[in-house]
């Protein structure tokens, strides 16, 4: 099983901008679609943005326009840029595989962004 670390949250202003890190191990992580996914206090968890084995991308439309997801198979690496931040982007971040409406992996801790109005 792939695990997961992310990294790279912090705390922001509104309008500002973080780069998030997911390291994998494992050796099938070039064989899975990756999902940014965050969870806001109260909230379920939901999928941000995703990116396919080839490259295709998808994203939330909460999102869509400020946030970039990108993959580096070689390094094992998945990242979000995130510009533009709004208060509401507010949340613990996680990465995973995809899998229908769950996810291949267990859930790593996370990496905590909290923008500020």
């Known amino acids: 099983q792939v695990q997961y670390v992310e990294s790279g949250g912090g705390l922001v202003q509104a309008g500002g901008s973080l780069l998030l890190s997911c390291a994998a191990s494992?050796?099938?992580?070039?064989?899975?679609?990756i999902g940014w996914y965050r969870q806001a206090p109260g909230k379920q968890r939901e999928l941000v943005a995703a990116i396919s084995i080839g490259g295709s991308t998808n994203y939330a439309d909460s999102v869509k326009g400020r946030f970039t997801i990108s993959r580096d198979n070689a390094k094992k690496m998945v990242y979000l840029q995130m510009n533009s931040l709004k208060p509401e982007d507010t949340a613990v971040y996680y990465c995973?595989?995809?899998?229908?409406?769950?996810?291949?992996?267990?859930w790593g801790q996370g990496t905590q962004v909290t923008v500020s109005s």
């Open positions: 494992g050796s099938t992580f070039s064989t899975n679609a």
């Open positions: 995973n595989a995809p899998r229908g409406n769950s996810v291949k992996s267990s």
